[in-house]
């Protein structure tokens, strides 16, 4: 596999990269349906973000990631990147999205919902 950006839709799913293209500990920032969103490698699993930081814009996939959590590269807000809810608990969040991984393929898909 070359590891292209070529996109195909799978049931509501995007492919975005291929598990080669974003190693553990790492994140690749991807367009979906218009939307910039950071898809991270935490240990071999994946989780998709939305990019912008609601504070001021900052890319969340230049962040630094720490275990689950990524802290904003411009003033250090930190989000959970499982759930996109602040780390510190002070109510800022960002859109979390479903990931799949098949065949050595990374797919991003719908929005998840909030739980309580
Ligand atoms: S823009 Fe992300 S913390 Fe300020």
Not at 9 to 18: H, I, K, L, N, P
């Amino acid at each position: 596999m070359s590891g292209s950006s070529k996109t195909i839709s799978m049931d509501g799913f995007t492919r975005v990269a291929a598990v080669d293209d974003i190693p553990a500990g790492g994140a690749k920032v991807v367009e979906v349906n218009g939307r910039e969103l950071a898809v991270f490698n935490v240990s071999g699993t994946y989780y998709a973000i939305y990019n912008i930081c609601p504070h001021q814009g900052g890319p969340l996939g230049e962040g630094t990631l720490k275990g689950h959590v990524v802290s904003c590269p411009w003033h250090d807000l930190a989000f959970d990147v499982r759930t996109g809810l602040a780390s510190d608990g002070g109510g800022n969040c960002v859109g979390s999205y479903e990931v799949k991984v098949k065949e050595s393929e990374v797919f991003v898909g719908p929005r998840r919902k909030v739980q309580d």
